[in-house]
């Protein structure tokens, strides 16, 4: 039998919100590097009160490459986790591992050179491949099935939504007075922020959500 659809913004609504964001910090994580290194190694000094960072081209090739490592190695543990343990803890910790590698991107950059700076990489890559099938588990004890196609497609999208915002708001804060360290730590801290919105809204499933209406939770 197919339940009536509850009227207006419903409990499923906001976990979709809350899911689309992650892509959206996900992805704007993963990319601010590539704004970010331009700054941080460009001679010509866009903000002459920080310090350039005398990395080789092929240093450079090796960072920007590294969180794809991390990456190939987690994404389908994530996606075997997610099922067995639920997708909101492992969600919870992806991000806040992503955000709080984010933060200390410039430390690590500055203090300890451009191969602690690529291991860290590879740690934020590991992070972020639990997130995304973290969202496909999600989505697919949320999405009732007469919504499932579009709900994924918007959430999906995020990835898009996540590099066209960073792209622009990257080269801003490379130019202003806060310069490069500020693109890490921005995406960092709403990271963070999500992280903490997560622990509170999140659910596994509308089984395990306290407050969900009787009628969405059947729908």
Known sequence: RIMSRPPGFGTRHCQALMTFSSIVLDFSIR??????????????????????????SSQKGIILGSLFWGYFLTTAPGGHLS????PKYLMFAAMLVCAVISIL???????????AFSLSRVVLGLAQGFLLPSVHTHLAKWTPLQERNR???????????????????????????WGWPSIFYCTGLCGVLWSV???????DSPDSHPTISDGERHY
Do not use: E, H, Q
């Open 31 to 56: 990319s601010n590097l590539s704004i970010g290194i331009v700054a941080m190694t460009d001679n010509k000094r866009l903000n002459p009160s920080l310090p350039v960072l005398p990395w080789t």
């Open 105 to 115: 991107c410039p430390f690590i950059a500055l203090n300890y050179g451009w191969f």
């Open 151 to 177: 709900t994924i497609a918007i959430v999906i999208s995020g990835s898009t939504v996540g590099v066209v915002v960073t792209m622009p708001i990257a080269g801003y804060l490379a130019a202003s007075p």
């Open 83 to 86: 099922r067995k343990w639920g």
């Open 197 to 203: 919105v997560w622990l509170f809204v999140g659910a």
